[in-house]
Structure formats: structure tokens, C-alpha cells
């Protein structure tokens, strides 16, 4: 009678700062390009998106909105529409940029993890396990 295989214990997933880094890089290449700014302007930036109308005597022009360079999570807010129209609008504009960004960043930590696995392992066995365990990793 054939023996029954053993199940693997798998291990829980380890938290790796260069990963963490490498996300950030991403999330701030995609905000400067949509919404003009980092992520902390984002989030800290205050509303100030203001509108009125082009001309008093000629309503059907329409309104013209200040404050749209740099969009923030309260113009998000407060002025949804103008605001994801700006962010669309500079997505577009943008997209080239964004991509060829994204690109580098993918392409250097790709490199960078090659080049650098040596010394990250020791950093990982020497340092990094030791004083906060085995669940973060460099």
C-alpha cells in the first residue's frame, strides 16, 4: 500500500520593504502624473479650486475653475466633477511619461535586486531577522 503523501505547511508570506518601495515609486509616478502632485499633497493638500463664470455679459461660455494644477483629496471633495475631469485631462496628457517612468522603475529594482542579492541576503540573516524575525524581509 502506497504511503500517503505528508501536506506542506506553508509558510505565512513575509513582508519585504523592497517590494513596499517599489509600489510607492509606482503609486507616485501615477499621482504626479493624474493628479499633479505627490501622494502626500494629495492628502494633505488643501481645497482650493474656485470657480465663476468666463464673462458676466456671456453666461453661455461657461464657468472657469482656478486651483486645478495641483488636485487634492478636499477639491476631490468638494468639487468631484471638475476634479476627476482635471485628472482625466492630465492623465492623457501624461500617459507617455507615466509609462516610460514605469518602465525604468520596473527595470532598475529588477537589476538592482540582481546585483544587490547577495548583500541583501546578509543583511536579511544578519540584521533584519534577528531584530524583527522572519516575517519582514529586505
Do not use: D, H, W
Given at each position: 500500500m502506497a504511503r500517503k503523501?505528508?501536506?506542506?505547511?506553508?509558510?505565512?508570506?513575509?513582508?519585504?520593504?523592497?517590494?513596499?518601495?517599489?509600489?510607492?515609486?509606482?503609486?507616485?509616478?501615477?499621482a504626479r502624473g493624474t493628479i499633479g502632485g505627490g501622494l502626500w499633497s494629495f492628502f494633505t493638500g488643501e481645497g482650493d479650486i474656485k470657480g465663476g463664470l468666463i464673462s458676466e455679459y456671456e453666461p453661455d461660455l461657461g464657468m472657469a475653475y482656478t486651483g486645478t494644477d495641483e488636485i487634492s483629496l478636499a477639491d476631490l471633495m468638494s468639487h468631484p466633477s471638475?476634479?476627476?475631469?482635471?485628472?482625466?485631462?492630465?492623465?492623457?496628457?501624461?500617459?507617455?511619461?507615466?509609462?516610460?517612468?514605469?518602465?525604468?522603475t520596473h527595470?532598475?529594482?529588477?537589476?538592482?535586486?540582481?546585483?544587490?542579492?547577495?548583500?541583501?541576503?546578509?543583511?536579511n540573516r544578519t540584521l533584519i531577522y534577528p531584530v524583527l524575525g522572519k516575517g519582514i524581509r529586505v
Open positions: 503523501k505528508q501536506t506542506r505547511r506553508r509558510r505565512a508570506p513575509s513582508f519585504s520593504i523592497l517590494n513596499a518601495l517599489e509600489s510607492l515609486t509606482y503609486a507616485e509616478i501615477l471638475v476634479a476627476v475631469t482635471t485628472m482625466a485631462s492630465n492623465f492623457a496628457n501624461n500617459i507617455v511619461p507615466m509609462a516610460v517612468g514605469m518602465f525604468g527595470l532598475t529594482f529588477t537589476v538592482g535586486r540582481r546585483i544587490l542579492r547577495k548583500p541583501l541576503n546578509k543583511i
